[in-house]
């Protein structure tokens, strides 16, 4: 397939909060690489807290997307192969699913099933792959299907970490409590979860929670991570502890509240196996994370059973809006800095 070499793409630019489709280049192929024509791009909060708090000036932008294999150099991926990935948009200035050609690890796609559409396609990987790794690396559990029993509390039910959580968790054979907000009670059921309940009341939220599990939870997964949420996470818990997976920095007040909780965060860019340096826009000082290659294992097995886990165990993308291409995806960052999406993924259509 031929494809030129330049191409359109978001560019973080200086101003604040400021983004720019851009003329750039289209990335040079290395070994062990794929090059990707991006059908569809999904968007994650991570994207704009990249422009606002990490991303430099001519950085590219964007994480989940799915396309067509337009170049490969390993033999397990084809020219024309349908696939999907995500790749760690707003850190660095040749990766960025928010553009009309991505590179990426060939070994980080997973081939996406004739019986879904790539607009869909878009939306699993990041949020696939952080219910994985909270719910089963971490939570040491077995892979899905399982038959684990008890009772899971997960925080957050209709983002899309929580709407992956909750069909992994259902997979394991958990019963799901969760909590989200009353307009998405039926969205978070439709999806697996046994009891919803609303976050916004907390004290009525955690004894819900702790009732309809009879004395409260041993694992929790809190999809949103801020201090009140850990704080509620933390309080379903029953008499003999457990493991609370945060996906935020640990809220130390929240900790405090259970000594006997184990606070687990994870940070799913580790799962590319480099080492890391997450500092922050500005800062002097560097925030190495280092290499982890059992974390790179983690994520090549994790995408080779993601397939099966859609065509055989019915896992399913979360709601999505289909946005137009590259020009609207400064108002969607936007939107969703200022916590207007709900229950729903912004996916925006790049190419044929
Ligand atoms: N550590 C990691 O590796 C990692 C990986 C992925 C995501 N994350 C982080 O995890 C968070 C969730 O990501 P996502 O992609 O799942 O988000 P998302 O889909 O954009 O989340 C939207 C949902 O969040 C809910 N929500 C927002 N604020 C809330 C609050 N204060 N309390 C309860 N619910 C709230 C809303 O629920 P209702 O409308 O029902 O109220 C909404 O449906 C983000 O902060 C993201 O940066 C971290």
């Not at 660095?92 to 690890?105: E, P």
């Not at 971490?138 to 509390?153: N, Y």
């Not at 039910?157 to 998405?184: C, D, E, M, R, W």
Request: hydrophobic share 40%; with cysteine.
């Amino acid at each position: 397939m031929t494809y030129p070499s330049t191409q359109q793409a978001i560019v973080v630019n200086d101003a604040e909060n400021g983004v720019t489709v851009a003329t750039v280049p289209v990335p040079e192929l290395n070994a062990g690489e794929v090059l990707v024509r991006v059908a569809y791009a999904s968007q994650n909060p991570t994207d704009w807290k990249h422009v606002q708090y990490i991303a430099a000036a001519g950085d590219r932008l964007g994480c989940d997307f799915a396309g067509v294999v337009a170049s490969s150099t390993d033999p397990g991926v084809k020219i024309g192969d349908r696939v999907a990935g995500w790749v760690h948009g707003g850190k660095y200035k040749d990766k960025g699913a928010f553009a009309q050609y991505v590179t990426t690890d060939a070994k980080l796609v997973w081939h996406v099933p004739d019986s879904l559409p790539l607009d869909q396609a878009a939306t699993f990987t990041a949020p696939f792959l952080t219910a994985v790794q909270t719910l089963i690396q971490t939570q040491h559990r077995p892979w899905p299907p399982a038959s684990e029993g008890g009772w899971i509390f997960i925080y957050g039910g209709s983002s899309g970490v929580g709407l992956f959580a909750i069909q992994v968790a259902k997979l394991q054979g958990y019963k799901v409590v969760t909590v989200a907000s009353p307009h998405n009670f039926d969205l978070v059921k439709s999806y697996g979860a046994d009891e919803v309940f609303d976050y916004h009341d907390a004290k009525a939220a955690v004894d819900n929670v702790r009732r309809v599990t009879g004395g409260g939870v041993a694992v929790a997964l809190d999809t949103i991570s801020l201090p009140e949420s850990q704080a509620i996470s933390v309080q379903t818990f029953g008499e003999g502890g457990g493991q609370l997976n945060v996906i935020l920095g640990i809220d130390a007040a929240a900790a405090a509240l259970r000594p006997d909780v184990k606070f687990v965060y994870t940070l799913l860019y580790t799962w590319f196996g480099k080492e890391l340096d997450y500092r922050r826009r500005g800062s002097d000082t560097a925030a190495i994370i280092p290499a982890s290659k059992a974390d790179y294992e983690w994520h090549v097995e994790s995408l080779r059973r993601l397939a099966d886990l859609v065509s055989k165990h019915g896992v399913r993308a979360p709601p999505l809006v289909i946005r137009g291409g590259l020009e609207d995806i400064a108002a969607g960052l936007d939107e969703m800095r200022a916590g207007k999406v709900s229950g729903q993924r912004l996916v925006y259509k790049i190419g044929e």
